[in-house]
T-cell receptor, first 110, second 114 residues
Framework: GQQVMQIPQYQHVQEGEDFTTYCNSS?????IQWYKQRPGGHPVFLIQ?????EVKKQKRLTFQFGEAKKNSSLHITATQTTDVGTYFC??????????FGAGTQVVVTP | ETGVTQTPRHLVMGMTNKKSLKCEQH?????MYWYKQSAKKPLELMFV???????ENNSVPSRFSPECPNSSHLFLHLHTLQPEDSALYLC?????????????FGQGTRLTVV
């Protein structure tokens, strides 16, 4: 099945700094979803992008879908300790199969 | 709470035991999933039930046996597991044919095979 690749695998961020995590595919994605999993928790849906070039914002989080629909990014500004966790991107097909990337584990140092 | 409930939350079992994991969703969804999450590995899709029919097996060993008696309940029957099967097992559900098909996850069952 199609795989989405996420980079970086780990991200150490100083509190207050910005960072970006990326999700890439070799083929066109029908959609892209982003999830966050806190340490010891379960993945929680953040957002879905469907349209080429789409940009959505949630407070300090900015999600973008590439023009060719082969990549997506999540940018967090002014990182806080509450941003700690693993961020996953995923694509879903019409059968409801969710293919998750390996995730970016974010560690925030005060 | 996500509306997806998994029991038990923690399970320790011997390699010769038989146990079952249970998942229940109260969201009116029509698709349910089992995922395996091991340390330093991505979420591995094990089984998908879409409209109560299994549509994905993903080459899962036969020591894992899913059961979906209705659209609200999903089980994962375990027997003669191996230590490498120790992991977090996550159940999820979604509503197909909707504009936004996000997955709602349960809190998971932390399984340890000894």
């Amino acid at each position: 099945g199609q795989q989405v690749m996420q980079i970086p695998q780990y991200q150490h961020v100083q509190e207050g700094e910005d960072f970006t995590t990326y999700c890439n595919s070799s083929t066109t994605l029908s959609n892209i979803q982003w999830y966050k999993q806190r340490p010891g928790g379960h993945p929680v849906f953040l957002i879905q992008l469907v349209k080429s070039g789409e940009v959505k914002k949630q407070k300090r989080l900015t999600f973008q879908f590439g023009e060719a629909k082969k990549n997506s990014s999540l940018h967090i500004t002014a990182t806080q300790t509450t941003d700690v966790g693993t961020y996953f991107c995923a694509e879903t097909d019409s059968w409801g199969k969710f293919q998750f990337g390996a995730g970016t584990q974010v560690v925030v140092t005060p | 709470e996500t509306g997806v409930t998994q029991t038990p939350r923690h399970l320790v079992m011997g390699m010769t035991n038989k146990k079952s994991l249970k998942c229940e969703q109260h969201l009116g969804h029509n698709a349910m999933y089992w995922y395996k999450q091991s340390a330093k590995k991505p979420l591995e899709l094990m089984f998908v039930y879409s409209l109560e029919e299994r549509v994905e097996n993903n080459s899962v060993p036969s020591r894992f046996s899913p059961e979906c008696p209705n659209s609200s309940h999903l089980f994962l029957h375990l027997h003669t597991l191996q230590p490498e099967d120790s992991a977090l097992y996550l159940c999820a559900s979604s509503r197909l044919l909707a504009g936004r098909t996000e997955a709602f996850f349960g809190q998971g069952t932390r399984l340890t095979v000894v």
